[in-house]
């Protein structure tokens, strides 16, 4: 075995030594982020909405606004709006006035099931005290082959996954900033391709392959298309300005923040601090949110994630783009003679 020389060694340790310690810091964010936001989660501000006429519903809610902070009444003008609200998501559920002088809460548990729940908990018990009779009615069900709601944040996960990891192979193969406009458009192309693929993979799984969602095959594979390649995108963009440490920002976005964050495994009221809003930006919450709009809600509420998933694709391929004309050219402008991929760590094709 042929032996380091001094130099090799000391040239080795200190890189080493910042990469583990980058894990380090990556892991230990992890275990902050996962115990920290799913240890205890706790209800807050869960909108539910009552008609502004409905004197009962309205009288029932001020009786539990002042010994609970799990709800959030929400008031709408008529009936209609308030079933608009929540068939768009903007409510989990509504209060009325029931038959037998009691009260009808009419839930949407394809939204958030750990919502619905805790919405259904705090007023059956809030009825049970007065002995006001509950009639509760899911007028947006979870499937039966998905009874927690939660195989569109784990389909997602997968998704993000595959697109973060399919820019960072081509990233280690070819290097991560390409030398050239031409083969940022190139790598763009090869990942618009692989998305579209990982998003079929994806909808035959939870399809015919697990009998989920098979009438929603094409719908969930075009979502997915669109994860995969935003999660890309934006891997893309972070790892050809910064290099292969650009990964770890990478991970922590889109995994350590992300995933928690993302309102899969808990609906978002339940998390705490910056993670509550965090769905609506990052790209594995609003991927949940898309395939929960498509699936349960009739593409009601798809606008915002579509919009946004789109977005940060475009962002991200302008980011890839703008990297290789800036560091791309500077790497091959610095050695014109270097031809092979490996040679000039952190750049290539």
């Known amino acids: 075995m ?5 130099g ?3 040239d080795w340790s200190p890189r080493s030594i910042g990469l583990l310690f980058g894990t380090f810091v990556l892991a230990t964010a992890f275990i902050a982020a996962y115990v920290g936001a799913l240890h205890q989660p706790t209800p807050r501000d869960l909108p539910i909405g009552v008609v502004s006429a409905d004197q009962r519903a309205q009288a029932a809610l001020d009786a539990i606004r002042g010994q609970t902070t799990i709800l959030k009444p929400v008031e709408y003008d008529d009936a209609s709006a308030a079933e608009h609200g929540l068939l768009s998501r903007a409510v989990y559920a509504v209060l009325s006035t029931g038959p037998d002088n009691g009260l009808l809460l009419t839930v949407a548990s394809a939204s958030g099931p750990s919502a619905t729940s805790a919405i259904k908990e705090v007023l059956s018990t809030a009825a049970g005290r007065t002995g ?9 069900p979870v499937t039966s082959a998905d009874p927690r709601g939660v195989v569109p944040f784990y389909l997602n996960v997968g998704y993000v996954l595959g697109g973060y990891l399919g820019s960072t192979v081509l990233g280690i193969s070819g290097g991560t900033t390409p030398r050239t406009g031409r083969r940022a458009g190139l790598r763009i192309a090869v990942l618009a391709v692989y998305s579209v693929l990982v998003g079929i993979a994806g909808a035959v799984v939870v399809g015919p392959v697990l009998d989920i969602w098979h009438h929603d ?3 969930i594979a075009a979502i997915g298309a669109l994860a995969v390649f935003a999660a890309a995108m934006f891997a893309s963009a972070i790892q050809g300005w910064l290099g292969v440490a650009g990964t770890a920002l990478v991970i922590l976005l889109l995994v350590v923040l992300g995933n928690p964050g993302s309102g899969g495994i808990y609906a978002p009221e339940f998390l705490p601090g910056v993670l509550r809003s965090m769905h609506r930006w990052n790209v594995p919450g609003l991927a949940n949110d898309l395939t929960k709009a498509a699936v349960y809600f009739d593409w009601r509420s798809a606008g915002w994630p579509a919009l946004a998933l789109g977005i940060w694709a475009v962002l991200g391929g302008l980011g890839l783009v703008s990297a290789s004309l800036v560091r791309g050219r500077r790497a091959a402008a610095s050695a ?13 094709g």
Not at 2 to 6: G, L, R
Not at 134 to 139: A, G, I, S
């Open 217 to 219: 095959v094409p719908t």
């Open 132 to 140: 006001t009779p509950l009639q509760v009615v899911d007028k947006v």
């Open 8 to 10: 090799t060694a000391r």
């Open 2 to 6: 042929d032996k380091e020389s001094p």
């Open 336 to 348: 014109p003679g270097t031809t092979r991929a490996g040679s000039s760590p952190g750049h290539g």
